[in-house]
């Protein structure tokens, strides 16, 4: 059975869209996109889905924890699940809070350093290192996210063609899901019900080609 890890943040861990602060469900894990994404692929692959809220791309938060930089934790979740077959990463959607003052070149520059630093670990199955990136849809600055991510609507939106320009330079496959989905209206950061299903079974159907290109 082939392994894929899929690193991300809230929407990897499967929040729902937020109308107040209060709010903080999750939707069961077959409703998750990394789970309908196992499903599509079949009994042959196991996808394991490692999403932490708030988790940013390589930035230490200075208002919810420096454990939160996706750079600190990568080696060791890497490690823990190893040997890997695929590794998806699906990140940058907290980097564009307000209080990081990034742009989307940044953004792109964090993916980066995540998918060099995962490719000088021994921890997939093949010499050909697979790694596939998914840029996230771009954020609605709506709801009660609105100030916290002042201006993201516009950044966000900057963010596609940069990361496609950077998983080529690394060699890793590439899915834009601004181009599949939207955000949800309700917090313009997380994904309506219907989001995760059509998610998941793109990122599936794109796999067969770049599995089959990497060797």
Not at 9 to 24: C, F, L, Q, R, Y
Not at 69 to 76: D, K, Y
Request: glycine share 10%; hydrophobic share 45%.
């Amino acid at each position: 059975m082939k392994t894929a890890l899929c690193y991300g943040d809230s929407n990897v861990w499967g929040a729902k869209p937020m109308s107040s602060w209060t709010d903080g469900g999750r939707y069961e894990a077959r409703q998750r996109w990394p789970s309908i994404m196992q499903e599509a692929l079949g009994e042959d692959w196991h996808v394991v889905a490692e999403g932490l809220p708030g988790r940013t791309t390589v930035h230490p938060d200075p208002v919810e924890g420096g454990h939160m930089s996706g750079l600190a934790h990568l080696r060791p979740c890497l490690e823990s699940h190893r040997p890997l077959d695929l590794l998806v990463f699906m990140l940058g959607t907290n980097d564009f809070k307000r209080r990081f003052g990034l742009e989307a070149e940044d953004v792109a520059q964090g993916v980066k350093q995540l998918i060099l630093a995962a490719q000088g670990l021994d921890v997939f199955t093949a010499e050909k290192k697979r790694i596939f990136v998914v840029c996230p849809p771009p954020i609605e600055v709506v709801g009660i996210f609105a100030t916290m991510f002042e201006g993201a609507d516009r950044k966000s939106r900057e963010l596609a063609p940069l990361l496609k320009d950077v998983a080529r330079s690394c060699g890793a496959g590439f899915l834009d899901a601004g181009a599949i989905i939207r955000s949800s209206p309700i917090d313009g950061i997380h994904l309506g019900p219907e989001a995760p299903v059509a998610l998941g079974r793109a990122v599936a159907a794109a796999l067969p080609t770049f599995l089959a290109e990497a060797g």
